[in-house]
């Protein structure tokens, strides 16, 4: 949310050389009585729509979060397709991002990135009985799906330049605004393979295993945090929310919460890897 106050032009004139202090998000939003967030609710189970409400992990992550924030501060979730999620928080439409956002060492450099809330390692899903598709390398010569704009399609670009090198180059990628609609694509046969990471493809085989089929992972080791500017103004809100999922990863309501939407625990470091 942009907090800024209207200023009139005589008065602008007035104190157009005088400096202006940075306002306290964290304050604002106590005061204010409302916590903003940005989310993207098609990416279950972390966060999906179920009887038109939000739910999922995320979901359940912040009613404990929500209480040390004061009893009297309301949740306002905008729900918005992933692509409009980082630049939406760079504008200032919200305070924050409650969505799985995979930390790379790009974002890491641009944004705030939360304490890991989950395991974000990159695998592949298939079609059930696909022979063929049993290891990374055999996407080659397959027609492979990715979400827009995502980690996870950086990651099937920089797999498959390396097929590419190696002579075995994949067939064709296909990007998709939502992931549900790549897995969709799979599941009628127009791609070969959906790169996401495990703990969603695991979702897809756990709900459809009639359908889908996880062939591994690949890759280094990957963590989904949540995001916040980087700037003097969301630093004492950055380091409430990693306080509060650090105490959750610490106390276990993190390993109980994960036992219930992904049927396992996930070991969790209490910061993110150096992006170094």
């Given at each position: ?10 008065l602008l ?10 306002s ?5 939003i106590?005061?204010?009585g ?7 609710a098609?990416f279950?189970?972390f966060?999906?729509?179920?009887d ?8 359940d ?9 004061g009893?009297?501060v309301e ?12 630049p939406?928080?760079e ?83 296909r ?35 009639e ?16 995001a916040?500017?980087?700037n ?41 890897p150096?992006?170094e």
């Amino acid at each position: 949310m942009h907090r800024t106050t209207a200023i009139t032009a005589g008065l602008l004139l007035s104190v157009s050389f005088a400096s202006t202090a940075h306002s306290d998000l964290l304050d604002d939003i106590r005061s204010e009585g409302t916590f903003t967030v940005g989310t993207e609710a098609r990416f279950a189970p972390f966060e999906y729509i179920e009887d038109g409400d939000i739910v999922g992990y995320s979901a359940d992550i912040m009613e404990h979060i929500m209480p040390e924030l004061g009893e009297d501060v309301e949740l306002i979730r905008m729900d918005l397709p992933w692509q409009g999620i980082l630049p939406g928080l760079e504008r200032e439409r919200f305070d924050y991002v409650v969505t799985s956002v995979t930390a790379t060492p790009e974002r890491m450099e641009r944004y705030h990135l939360s304490a890991p809330i989950a395991d974000a390692t990159m695998a592949i899903l298939k079609r059930t009985g696909e022979d063929d598709i049993s290891s990374p390398e055999d996407i080659a010569g397959k027609v492979a799906a990715a979400q827009s704009g995502s980690a996870q399609l950086e990651a099937l670009e920089a797999l498959a330049a390396e097929l590419e090198e190696a002579g075995t180059p994949v067939e064709d990628i296909r990007t998709y605004t939502g992931v549900d609609e790549a897995f969709a694509e799979l599941g009628n046969g127009r791609v070969d393979v959906v790169i996401n990471s495990l703990p969603n493809l695991l979702e897809a085989e756990r709900t459809r295993p009639e359908v889908f089929e996880v062939v591994g992972t690949f890759g280094d080791p990957v963590y989904f945090s949540w995001a916040g500017r980087d700037n003097e103004e969301s630093a004492s809100l950055n380091a409430f929310m990693d306080e509060q999922i650090q105490r959750l990863n610490e106390d276990g309501t993190l390993e109980e919460l994960q036992e219930k939407w992904f049927g396992s625990t996930m070991d969790l470091p209490d910061e993110l890897p150096s992006a170094e």
